[in-house]
């Protein structure tokens, strides 16, 4: 439990980043609480269900709890071209970055609408709990004011944001588009130079 | 069927137990304090603990496979009522973690109670995960710990848990027609059809059955494109919200570039048709609806809260393209059909994402149930009476005759007294009730406007006419 908060709380204050490297330390830390395998590991581990790097495709997994997204495990081919190492890495940094501002966005989220619910509660004189011991509930309109206010100062952020998830998941698609398409004409002439040799 | 005889067995169990226990309150652990507070509850959860009983005699419950129990997959047709803040404030109370050996058999239902609270009310495919996740982001205060042993042991078996839900990122194409149903929204394409078709009904021309299936299916296909797309465009947003964390490709199913394929082999055919098959005018209309959805309503989401006016006009489009599509002109009476769809998007949108505004406002969405409430609930209203305005257009415009007006009043009116409930109140149930209502109203209001068409009289070919008139009273809506 302490090691998850202390990964947290990593993400959360490390300066913000596009250019994260891609590395061990970055994916540890922020899945060493599921604890699977990173690219570097060649160690597959105990249960047969975890990733190892000897796996044939990507792996995807259960929704991370603090930023709700799903981490992937890159698979890297033999013959890994240059243009599937980009597509690895970008794919990579997307989900680290993204990973970084949902975190952020979660965690900033809780904390200032707990905050809200306090100060409102205790301006009104009344305790966090009530006599059954249960959380006492603001009105909806009243807790509306908080969301309201939670997007208009975070506004300019969430559009920086959009743009470049915009660009990024473009850039991405376009990739793997390139990359299949290399794929099938290597097939192809594969093929073809395999029927001209049995041929000859 | 197990309902009635579970009922009073368990009630009459609950009810000897707690006299018990309320008498010895003292003595007891903290399993007493839990049945007590169980009891102390809405009688509707009532059900959920039989529910349990039920599924604890249905399923196998291994030892410390507790977590694998299958939990029947729930799929409404649209996953509205987000009762997470209740579900919140109850989950103080319960255990966090389901410890499967520590086998207190009142912390089981505790905890599987408020599963399967949040199992109805949002779709997961693990109750418990969600409901963990739930708790973090929700950030827990003062929920109550178990003794250390008990914790590592979950820890553990948790970790375990969470390992074996990695999967592969392959296509299974078994699963493949599913993910595409999920990719394209069905149903509401299917809705989205109907509308159109409601549309092409009510064009006064005689009745082309081929001419209505082309345009049906390219209206469909437009509608997959659309709705692929906006997938496409939102999946960390799409992650973060209930509602839709289990579309396909945020759940990994499949790639982006397989799904934008899937967009591109349903709009490029589909608007093909409409403008090979159809006319022009159809095309240039289902062009524009995806561009609308896709590049404009989708972005503006984030940036303002003028998207609904944009969604509105989306919607408002497939009735358009119907009668386009049978008359091949824009006539009055398409965009009167337009307009009934325009008015009646408000009071469902506004309905539906006013019990949303939590997971919009996390999710860094605009709409104006969240930044401007008021404005939400008045235009709410002011749409709904709108539509009473558009019902008494209708036989002026000579789509309709004069009984349409008379015979859409009660349900009009009807969706206008909810309005109105909802801008008094502004409360969740008002909200869900206005939101269920809209769902029954629109298949209804174009139903009553199919029967009340006006007649076409056409003097230079009686029987032609009869046997058209006679094919339309005929066709379904």
Not at chain 2, 98 to 122: F, L, W
Not at chain 2, 413 to 429: C, K
Request: hydrophobic share 40%; proline share 6%; aromatic share 8%.
């Amino acid at each position: 439990m302490a090691s998850k908060t202390t990964a947290a709380a990593w993400r959360i204050f490390s300066p913000f980043t596009l250019h994260s490297p891609c590395s061990i330390s970055a994916l540890n830390i922020r899945q060493c609480s599921s604890k699977l395998a990173t690219k570097q590991d060649t160690t597959p581990k105990g249960s047969p269900f975890r990733p190892a790097v000897s796996s044939t495709h990507d792996w995807i997994g259960p929704p991370n709890p603090l930023s709700n997204l799903r981490p992937i495990v890159y698979h890297i081919p033999e013959n890994e071209s240059d243009l599937q190492k980009r597509l690895r890495h970008l794919r990579q940094e997307t989900e680290d970055w993204n990973h970084d501002f949902w975190t952020k966005q979660n965690f900033s989220f809780t904390k200032q609408k707990e905050e809200f619910i306090i100060s409102q509660l205790k301006a009104e004189g009344l305790t966090l709990r009530d006599e059954e011991g249960r959380r006492r509930s603001l009105d909806s309109e009243v807790m509306a004011v908080f969301y309201k206010g939670f997007l208009d100062t975070n506004g300019v952020r969430h559009s920086s944001y959009n743009n470049e998830w915009y660009r990024r998941n473009f850039t991405i698609t376009m990739l793997m588009a390139r990359v299949a398409l290399r794929n099938i004409w290597r097939t192809v002439t594969k093929r073809n130079d395999n029927n001209s040799t049995s041929a000859t | 069927m197990y309902k009635t005889p579970c009922c009073r067995l368990s009630g009459l169990v609950g009810l000897s137990v707690k006299q018990k226990l309320v008498l010895n309150v003292p003595q007891c652990n903290q399993s007493a304090r839990n049945l007590i507070q169980l009891h102390r509850r809405d009688p509707s959860n009532w059900l959920t603990y039989q529910h349990l009983i039920f599924l604890k005699r249905q399923y196998v419950i291994k030892n410390s496979e507790l977590h694998q129990r299958a939990i029947p997959k729930q799929a409404p047709a649209l996953t509205i009522v987000n009762e997470r803040e209740d579900t919140i404030e109850r989950r103080v109370q319960r255990i966090p973690t389901i410890d499967p050996a520590d086998r207190h058999t009142v912390s089981q239902p505790e905890d599987v109670n408020s599963d399967a609270q949040p199992g109805i009310s949002t779709l997961k495919p693990v109750a418990e995960d969600a409901a963990e996740q739930r708790d973090s982001v929700s950030g827990t205060v003062g929920t109550s710990h178990e003794t250390p042993h008990v914790h590592m042991e979950t820890d553990k078996a948790k970790e375990e848990r969470l390992d074996r839900q990695w999967k592969q990122l392959k296509v299974i194409v078994a699963d493949l027609p599913d993910v595409y149903a999920k990719l394209a929204k069905i149903k509401l394409t299917a809705l989205v059809v109907t509308s159109a078709a409601a549309g092409f009904a009510m064009a006064p021309v005689p009745f082309d059955p081929l001419l209505f299936f082309v345009s049906s299916l390219g209206i469909g296909l437009a509608s997959c494109t659309a709705n692929t797309i906006n997938q496409f465009f939102e999946v960390p947003f799409d992650s973060n919200m209930n509602r839709t964390k289990n579309r396909p490709l945020v759940r990994g199913q499949i790639s982006p570039l397989h799904a934008v394929s899937f967009a591109l082999a349903c709009g490029i055919p589909g608007v093909a048709l409409l403008t090979l098959a159809v006319n022009p005018l159809t095309g240039f209309l289902g062009a524009l609806n995806i561009f609308l959805y896709t590049c404009c309503y989708t972005p503006l989401k984030r940036l303002s809260i003028t998207n609904t006016w944009v969604g509105a006009v989306v919607g408002a489009l497939p009735p358009v393209m119907g009668w386009t599509a049978a008359t091949g002109c824009l006539g009055q009476g398409a965009l009167l059909m337009g307009g009934f769809l325009y008015c009646w998007q408000f009071p469902h949108f506004n309905a539906l994402s006013w019990n949303l505004r939590e997971d919009y406002s996390r999710g860094g969405y605009r709409m104006m149930s969240v930044t401007h409430p008021s404005m939400c609930k008045r235009v709410a209203l002011r749409h709904s009476l709108g539509l009473i305005g558009l019902s008494t257009v209708a036989p002026v415009l000579d789509v309709t005759t004069w009984t349409f007006p008379i015979i859409s009043l009660p349900i009009n009116l009807y969706i206008s007294y909810l309005a109105f409930r909802f801008y008094r109140e502004g409360d969740r149930g008002s909200a869900r009730k206005l939101f269920f209502c809209s769902l029954w109203h629109l298949p209804m209001l174009l139903l009553l406007a199919f029967t009340c068409k006006k007649p076409r009289r056409d003097p230079e070919e009686p029987p032609a006419a009869a046997l058209a008139l006679a094919l339309q009273s005929s066709l379904p809506s």
